[in-house]
């Protein structure tokens, strides 16, 4: 059965326990609450999925406390992607870079918020993370919200009181050769992201602004 506790210190160890052992948890970020697994766990990631009613095809970012874990999963950072960490993260920008395995790619986004960074420290390992509602639903910006939503697939839902209704997700860009490939348009606009990396930043094909 799902709980509910505060996110504080012994809220974020009972969490990271729940991960750790291949549980779901629901989290605060600097944008909505984010329903975790553990990224590197295929069966926490198969009960995610089914807990949003996700389409398997469709990846999740992970959720990681810096630069050095992106580098700890194995994922390139090329230059431009080490500039935009170092004007964005942490904050509402997730990167898309070249993935471990060849061809494949990753999405990384280290959060603006002590509570979720708290959470990442204890479990030691990205944490693979969607927006806790069911697909096509409104995002939560309340534990209460995740929990009506998701019903009993999270193990602990971290509570930090209810967020700002202004918040806006991340910007999601993908750094391919010499241009930024706008996946999602956020908090993070074009011209931000063009003069931060000194690249042209261009929208894809099926954009979506948020």
């Given at each position: ?40 766990d ?60 060849p ?5 990384f986004?280290?959060p ?68 930024l ?30």
């Open positions: 059965m799902s709980r509910i506790v505060p996110a504080d210190a012994a809220g974020i160890a009972e969490a990271a326990a729940a991960l750790r052992r291949g549980g779901l948890a629901v989290m605060p970020t600097d944008t909505v609450y984010g329903l975790a697994a553990r990224a590197a295929p069966e926490a990631l198969t009960k995610l999925y089914r807990a949003k009613g996700r389409d398997a095809g469709k990846p999740v970012a992970m959720l990681v406390s810096g630069v050095e874990a992106v580098r700890r999963a194995g994922a390139a950072l090329p230059p431009a992607a080490e500039k935009l960490a170092a004007a964005f993260w942490p904050g509402a920008l997730t990167l898309v870079v070249p993935s471990a395995a061809g494949m790619w990753d999405a986004r280290v603006d918020c002590a509570a979720a960074l708290a959470l990442l420290e204890a479990v030691g390992e990205p944490l693979a993370v969607t927006s806790a509602n069911k697909s096509g639903e409104a995002p939560a910006k309340s534990a209460r919200a995740a929990a009506d939503a998701l019903g009993d697939w999270p193990e602990i839902l971290l509570d930090a009181g209810d967020l700002p209704e202004t918040n806006v997700a991340s910007t999601v860009v993908k750094v391919e050769g010499d241009r490939v706008v996946l999602r348009l956020g908090a993070v606009t074009q011209e931000m992201l063009s003069r931060a990396a000194g690249l042209p930043a261009v929208l894809a094909g099926a954009v979506r602004s948020c």
